[in-house]
């Protein structure tokens, strides 16, 4: 069974840092495209990052680029995103999925996402 | 950026109702258009990839059709179960996959 959990969201002050990680089992991760999509609090889906099998593929939706960083340690099963310069415009569930098999890019498993509140 | 537009925002419907969502694109998206369902308090869950392929364990009461920027998802009649938010997502825009802002479907 496929299992996706997301860890190290909490609330973090403006303009800091804060690293996500998500934990991979019941496939084998180096062989999947892995992304990342966030939630605002009541509001709609918005894709975030995305990183190939090989990890040298590497997208970013708008609101994002230059600020987070996606990575993958296929050693460890583990899927990152390190997230700088955070707003209150971050604040969000943040969600791990699987890219599907052919590498089409739709998301075929999601794990139950980490919340990540920004706020002085 | 591809932008995708869902309507109607929220739907008012009955459970055995007919039910079209209905996303459009920005630009031609070719094929590349997933679905997929999100209930409160629950991750999302992939109903429909490529335009028109239900996702393994996805009842038949669902099916999409479209094609280039006009997509649609169909739920033939619908079970109490159904009453979800619905998700359009492209996914021919790489380095840049965007979702549409979602349907509600109500009671």
């Known amino acids: 069974e496929v299992q996706l959990v997301e860890s190290g969201g909490g609330l973090v002050q403006p303009g800091r840092s804060l690293r996500l990680s998500c934990a991979a089992s019941?496939?084998?991760?180096?062989?999947?495209?892995m992304h990342w999509v966030r939630q605002a609090p009541g509001k709609g889906l918005e894709w975030v990052s995305a990183i190939s099998p090989d990890g040298y593929g590497l997208g970013y939706g708008d609101s994002v680029k230059g600020r987070f960083t996606i990575s993958r340690d296929d050693a460890k099963n583990s899927l990152f995103l390190q997230m700088n310069r955070l707003t209150d415009e971050d604040t969000a569930f943040y969600y791990c999925?699987?890219?599907?098999?052919?590498?089409?890019?739709?998301?075929?498993?999601w794990g139950q996402g980490t919340l990540v509140t920004v706020s002085s | 950026e591809i932008v995708m537009t869902q309507s109607p925002g929220t739907l008012s419907v009955s459970p055995g109702d007919r039910v079209t969502l209905s996303c459009w694109a920005s630009q031609s998206v070719s094929g590349n258009l997933a679905w997929y369902q999100q209930k409160p308090g629950q991750a999302p869950r992939l109903l429909i990839y490529a335009t028109s392929t239900r996702a393994t364990g996805i009842p038949a009461r669902f099916s999409g059709s479209g094609s280039g920027t006009e997509f649609t998802l169909t739920i033939s009649s619908l079970q109490s179960e159904d009453f979800a938010f619905y998700y359009c997502q492209q996914y021919d825009g790489w380095p840049s996959y965007t979702f549409g802002q979602g349907t509600k479907l109500e009671i």
């Open positions: 019941g496939f084998t991760f180096h062989n999947f495209g």
């Open positions: 999925g699987r890219e599907d098999e052919a590498a089409s890019g739709y998301i075929d498993n």
